[in-house]
């Protein structure tokens, strides 16, 4: 307890440190918002095109269809905001050897690479995300309640989980193969299923992207939590298969690990 | 500068070889780059349930679509040309670059196009085994495929998408960090060049206002010359559009080099 007490403290220390560091730069956190925030109307904009041509996608209206993709976003930014930005210089410190650094260092290096960067920017737009989510909800006439938005915010936590696992899987790659950039592309490729609404895949695709990899589950069950309701069994299995992927995930950073070699002379 | 062109193709091998070093970096992008067809699968396969057509387009010529585009954007797509010219101007490493007897434009050329043949050859056997894969399972309509006004619009895309870049990244000479304005770019070229779904999706005015834009010259023009829906005349059009708005980014990477370097201090012994 009082160890995770510490990490909790050191996190606190390492975000202060980042936020000092980000403003200093503040003419980047905004255009950071604005780059970030066209990624957002491009989504947008090809869910308002097709639904020019179609009523509703796999049994979701269009309302319903934005109230899944801002929160696949809200999830998204929010992981942005405080997990990515470490995570993705790992392939550049193991080449030039700056992760000697981190070893260091009296804390667990997969902490402190997760949580050594901060952006701000993405924060803003987890709000914008967020209004989205509640002009959809105010168009569909659905009011949650205090224990559905809980409910909510627990599940966001859920699928941050989920992006964490994937991306630290990812990046753990380059203690395999030096110049592993490639898997931020990945990230986000892969990443393009947690906007689909569940039940429009079928078959192999769907056993795959909800047991295995769970991002059919990440966006799909919060939204359907605010917009249906309470549904168990979905829950649990969500929980289930996040708590997994992180697992494994961490393992997988653990075995790589052992391979590095310092790049010092 | 007869001398300079000779240069060349040594460039070209050197970029060759320092591409290929990073082989594996290349296949993990190709794989990847098949997630979105399979997303784009799944997706649209819902949106035609019960629908024969959405637009022009039935669910096979949409998917094929979709599988065209994979291959443009691995011919012509820069890889991080746009990180490299900056970081050489930022960091100074250009020093050396401009004592060599060959022009900047020529000499990221020749770099730009081993790369796209380095990302050719470690990605055509796993693009070319997705390719079969999602044949055997998504209905592409193959037969269509127009090589004769496809290969030149692709072309054309590579050569425009090349311009586009060095322009982006020539303004490292006045900007400290570019990566936000690169990124704010590849966000209008997914929206604006049919990368996102096929420009003629959208409402007419629309429709007409993209293809002013440089931008669906880069993507949905040769897709859609690749997958034969172009008539000869919307063709012809489309590579005038094309190569005028090459030319017009070339033209202004020559002026910003020009501007850039006179402001260019290079530092360090």
């Known amino acids: ?265 | 500068m007869i001398a300079s062109f000779s240069a060349l193709p040594t460039v070209f091998s050197i970029g060759l070889q320092r591409q290929l070093a990073y082989r594996w970096n290349y296949l993990l992008r190709a794989l990847f780059s098949a997630m979105p067809l399979l997303v784009s699968w799944v997706f649209w396969g819902a949106v035609f349930q019960g629908k024969s057509t959405v637009g022009s387009y039935t669910l096979a010529s949409l998917l094929t679509y979709y599988a065209v585009l994979l291959i443009v954007e691995s011919v012509s797509s820069p890889a991080d040309d746009d990180f490299q010219i900056s970081r050489e101007i930022r960091e100074g490493t250009l020093n050396s670059i401009l004592l060599r007897p060959l022009p900047y434009g020529l000499y990221r050329a020749a770099l730009f196009l081993s790369g796209r043949c380095a990302y050719l050859v470690a990605a055509a056997i796993p693009v070319l085994l997705c390719f079969f894969l999602l044949s055997r399972v998504v209905p592409l309509e193959l037969g269509s495929i127009d090589l004769a006004r496809g290969i030149p619009a692709i072309l054309g895309s590579a050569l425009l998408q090349f311009s586009l870049t060095l322009c982006l990244s020539l303004t490292s000479f006045w900007l400290l960090d570019i990566s936000a304005l690169i990124f704010l770019v590849y966000s209008l070229e997914f929206l604006a060049g049919g990368h996102v779904f096929p420009l003629d999706l959208l409402p007419p005015v629309l429709f007409r206002f993209a293809q002013c834009l440089p931008f669906a010259y880069e993507y949905w023009f040769p897709t859609a010359a690749l997958c034969g829906t172009l008539s000869p005349s919307a063709w012809l059009t489309g590579m005038a559009m094309q190569f005028g708005w090459a030319l017009f980014f070339i033209l202004v990477a020559q002026g910003m080099w020009k501007a850039g370097l006179r402001k260019y201090t290079a530092a360090g012994g």
Not at chain 1, 118 to 133: C, K, Q, R, S, T
Not at chain 1, 173 to 196: C, D, H, K, M, P
Request: hydrophobic share 60%.
């Open chain 1, 1 to 265: 307890m009082s160890s995770l007490f510490h990490l909790f403290r050191l996190w606190l220390i390492q975000l202060r440190y980042a936020t000092t560091r980000e403003l200093a730069f503040r003419a980047n956190f905004f255009i950071w918002v604005i780059v970030e925030l066209s990624w957002f109307v491009l989504q947008l904009a090809f869910v308002d095109v097709v639904y020019q041509h179609v009523d509703s996608i796999a049994g979701w209206s269009r309302p319903q269809m934005i109230v899944l993709v801002a929160t696949n976003q809200l999830i998204q930014q929010i992981f942005t905001a405080f997990l990515m930005p470490g995570l993705v210089k790992l392939p550049e410190s193991v080449r030039d050897g700056k992760l000697d650094f981190i070893l260091l260092k009296p804390a667990p290096p997969q902490f402190l690479i997760s949580t050594s960067h901060l952006e701000i920017g993405p924060l803003a737009n987890a709000l914008i995300a967020a209004v989205v989510v509640a002009l959809a909800l105010h168009d569909l006439h659905i009011t949650p309640s205090l224990s559905t938005l809980l409910l909510y915010l627990v599940l966001i936590l859920a699928g941050l989980l989920t992006h964490y696992a994937l991306l630290l899987s990812l990046v753990s790659l380059t203690f395999w193969i030096v110049q592993a950039e490639s898997v931020l592309l990945g990230y986000y490729s892969i990443f393009q299923v947690a906007r689909l609404p569940r039940e429009a895949a079928t078959g192999w695709f769907r056993i795959l992207f909800t047991f295995a990899l769970p991002l059919l589950l990440v966006a799909n069950i919060p939204a359907s939590t605010l917009l249906r309701g309470f549904e168990p069994a979905s829950l649990l299995l969500f929980l289930l298969t996040c708590l997994t992927a992180a697992i494994f995930a961490s393992l997988f950073f653990q075995l790589g690990l052992r391979r590095y070699q310092s790049a010092s002379s």
